[in-house]
């Protein structure tokens, strides 16, 4: 029987069904196209930021080289860091880390599970990894479906203590956190829990970034509809700790 011949009405869900998994299909094939698209013309937007530092002139066709370059750079930004008064966040690919820190010493660190794309920005050369990276860089606009401070409800009556009748209402949800840096490069942070037997099992990467590609659509607080992103996967609790300990407008290192 051909797809054509199946008469689409109330009374025949198989039609309905076939035509839904069709209908998503193609919106997810769209998106794929519309996103690789735009990447090209998202490269030219985040290298055109000005670097007043020197680039020095190394093999970047080395590995040894590169690895040591990035080292350098992540290094520096933590001495930088360290001399703010406030906490600041560091993403560590290479050692899939994650960490809130202050004054130079990491206060609470998480395991990055799994990312997407796996070689982030691995094109880019020595005098533009500098110029995305080279400095500590501060979240411009974010977005959470966490609350930064635990909600909390209180029952008080005449002549007694207040009793706590609610102390987070959002606990249940599965976190998640979008921010976009003045580098602008944009990172998508999803909450995973482990299964019953302790495993982590590898989240659906199409279904959570095709929810991210829906809800994103309009432009964000830097005008551009498109950044370079790159999206984490952590343990749910431990990324919602992160979140809460940090201050709004937070300066974070990244190394990739």
Not at 14 to 40: E, K, M, P, Q, T
Not at 68 to 75: G, I, N, P, T, Y
């Amino acid at each position: 029987m051909k797809f054509s011949d199946i008469k689409i009405h109330k009374k025949n869900p198989i039609a309905w069904g076939l035509l839904s998994i069709a209908f998503v299909i193609l919106v997810l094939f769209v998106d794929l196209l519309v996103s690789l698209s735009f990447s090209r013309n998202a490269a030219k937007h985040i290298l055109q930021i000005e670097s007043t530092q020197t680039i020095p002139q190394i093999d970047w066709t080395n590995p040894d080289n590169i690895n040591l370059f990035k080292q350098k750079l992540w290094l520096e930004n933590q001495i930088t860091l360290s001399e703010e008064d406030s906490m600041s966040m560091g993403i560590n690919l290479k050692d899939s880390i994650l960490q809130v820190q202050i004054k130079g010493l990491p206060l609470m660190q998480s395991k990055i599970l799994f990312t997407h794309p796996s070689k982030f920005l691995s094109e880019l050369d020595a005098s533009n990894y500098q110029k995305l990276f080279g400095q500590p860089t501060n979240i411009i606009s974010d977005k959470s479906n966490y609350e930064k401070r635990p909600i909390r409800k209180m029952k008080a009556t005449e002549g007694s203590d207040a009793v706590l009748l609610i102390t987070d209402t959002l606990i249940i949800k599965r976190f998640y956190w979008e921010f976009v840096a003045d580098n602008n490069i944009r990172i998508v942070i999803n909450g995973w829990e482990k299964a019953a037997d302790s495993v982590y099992h590898q989240p659906s990467f199409a279904w959570d970034i095709f929810k991210f590609r829906i809800k994103s659509k309009s432009k964000d607080a830097s005008g551009l509809k498109f950044h370079p992103t790159l999206f984490l996967w952590m343990d749910d609790k431990e990324a919602k700790a992160i979140y809460r300990a940090l201050p709004k407008n937070t300066k974070l290192a990244i190394q990739i």
